[in-house]
């Protein structure tokens, strides 16, 4: 494999600047044709939505057929891959964009709700209670009456998450349950860790610490929309996340199938109350051992690997499963060795809303021949700033856990290849995560990482997650995800050790011993 990875020094960077100027063409026939000017001062890029299937791909040489088959066999060794280069209808030109901001984000789920015919699957680990999310569930109401109740609609959320509050996911979504209890099904994961004691004990919020569904993905019809954002409020204004939609049959309906498998050993909503499935298990009474073995036999069949022959033109996108508390790694596994090996000259951004890396993680980080570029909150844009008792001293903890690692790149030698940068954006929160992988000598990423992980402890030891590894030579989608990683690192700021030692960054002794007590549940 590495010899692969090591004859990939190809630039081609004057076929980079034709494409790049063709795709800005585009982009600004795009954007008058639409009347959409969004463009924010000091980002990169033109703040349209970025159509990524319009042109043929341009034919890639001979070193980078063998760049992109080592990433194709490396993640084809645990994940079947879907092609999405002939996923499309043949009018359309959009079977992978990007979108940009929260409110496009927020607009493609009205838009989805609003011509879905067959089904609409919501995952996410809550549904807020403004008014943005009441209108959401307006359209929802609307269009099973619309489809008179043919539209089957499924909603996942997790159970500690969605009941908490008055009003709350769960009462939010009460009047479509009653009124097309047929047509809806709501399913709220419960982790069987929270019975007896422990749940009369762990009250809200601190009930959720134990384990979560966090599995993001709204599915309309053949449309897929993945990201790491919740549907609530601040995730459809101001707190800033990646976006990216499918117009596959295949992938959407893999993430359907994943939704159903969850929500099979979930509790379900109906209008009695929250209550286990009828042909479900009891996460409060089952054994834990028997829950365990029976999430694996829904789950695992979704992990097969697939074969991997040598991979074309376009772009393959692979679905990785998180469910470490039923013994499901697959995402780890391939991450992991995406970072160990990672060949020298290579580099890898990585984004995560909460800096909170595993130790396996920043062992391969440091142990890595690639660069690596992280991206987190600064406390100003931490979503838990300005919280209320315990939690608002949250970013502060994050802000130890980077001191730790600046300290520990120091120690390991790897601070000449090995940076930390920090997202500040004025009224703007953080919570984009996953990565950006550019083959030695490249300008344009072959891979990127979308999904709900966030590289932390949480994400690979206690909930439940799923991302798609997209591996890709179109050098159309290979621009677009260059423009977004622009964006997002145009927004930050590099930070090293002095930075964190100010007056400012300093934390308290009794906030670094309680971080180090609780650091696995965050």
Not at 298 to 309: D, E, F, H, I, N
Request: charged letters at 20%.
């Amino acid at each position: 494999q590495r010899e692969h990875y090591h004859d990939c020094g190809h630039r081609d960077h004057k076929h980079y600047q034709q494409q790049r100027k063709q795709w800005k063409r585009h982009q600004h026939h795009h954007q008058h044709h639409h009347h959409r000017h969004r463009h924010q001062p000091g980002h990169v890029g033109s703040g349209v939505s970025s159509c990524c299937s319009m042109h043929r791909p341009v034919p890639p040489t001979r070193r980078r057929y063998g760049c992109i088959n080592t990433l194709y066999t490396q993640l084809a060794a645990h994940s079947k891959g879907i092609d999405l280069s002939g996923s499309q209808d043949p009018k359309e030109t959009n079977a992978v964009r990007i979108l940009e901001t929260p409110s496009e984000f927020y607009a493609s789920i009205l838009e989805g709700i609003a011509t879905a015919q067959h089904r609409i699957v919501l995952a996410a680990l809550y549904l807020g209670s403004g008014q943005k999310e009441q209108h959401l569930v307006d359209a929802l109401m609307q269009r099973l009456h619309e489809t008179n109740g043919e539209c089957q609609v499924h909603v996942l959320l997790d159970f500690t998450r969605g009941t908490r509050g008055v009003p709350s996911s769960v009462s939010l979504l009460a009047p479509i349950v009653r009124a097309f209890p047929d047509s809806v099904r709501v399913s709220l994961f419960q982790t069987p860790r929270l019975r007896g004691l422990t749940k009369r004990l762990a009250r809200p919020p601190y009930n959720e610490v134990l384990s979560l569904t966090h599995v993001k993905a709204c599915v309309f019809d053949d449309q897929l929309v993945l990201s790491g954002a919740n549907l609530s409020h601040d995730y459809f204004t101001n707190r800033q996340d990646r976006y990216l939609a499918f117009q596959s049959n295949e992938l959407a309906g893999f993430f359907v199938s994943l939704v159903d498998s969850i929500g099979s050993f979930s509790l379900q909503q109906t209008m009695q109350g929250v209550v286990p499935r009828k042909d479900g298990p009891n996460p409060e009474t089952l054994p834990p051992a028997e829950f365990s073995s029976l999430v694996q036999q829904l789950v695992l069949p979704l992990c097969q690997s697939g074969a991997a022959g040598p991979m074309l033109d376009g772009t393959v996108a692979f679905p990785l499963i998180q469910m470490a508390p039923f013994d499901v790694h697959q995402d780890e596994r391939a991450t992991l060795e995406l970072f160990e090996q990672a060949p020298e000259g290579s580099r890898i951004y990585l984004a995560t809303g909460y800096f909170n890396l595993t130790p396996k993680y920043v062992r391969a980080v440091l142990a890595s021949k690639a660069e690596f570029h992280v991206l987190t909150a600064a406390p100003s844009a931490n979503g838990f700033l300005g919280a209320r008792g315990i939690m608002g001293h949250v970013p502060a903890a994050y802000t130890f856990l980077e001191q730790r690692f600046l300290q520990a790149m120091r120690l390991g030698k790897a601070a000449d290849r090995v940076s930390v940068h920090e997202f500040s954006r004025r009224d703007w929160t953080f919570h984009a995560k996953g990565l950006w992988l550019y083959m030695p000598g490249d300008d344009l990423p072959s891979l990127s990482m979308i999904g709900s992980p966030n590289f932390g402890h949480r994400s690979a030891h206690r909930d439940l997650e799923a991302q798609l590894a997209l591996v890709t030579n179109d050098r159309t989608v290979q621009l677009a995800l260059h423009e977004e990683r622009l964006r997002l690192f145009g927004s930050s700021e590099l930070v090293n050790e002095d930075t964190l030692s100010t007056p400012g960054r300093q934390v308290a002794l009794w906030e670094k011993l309680v971080t180090m007590v609780i650091k696995d549940f965050f």
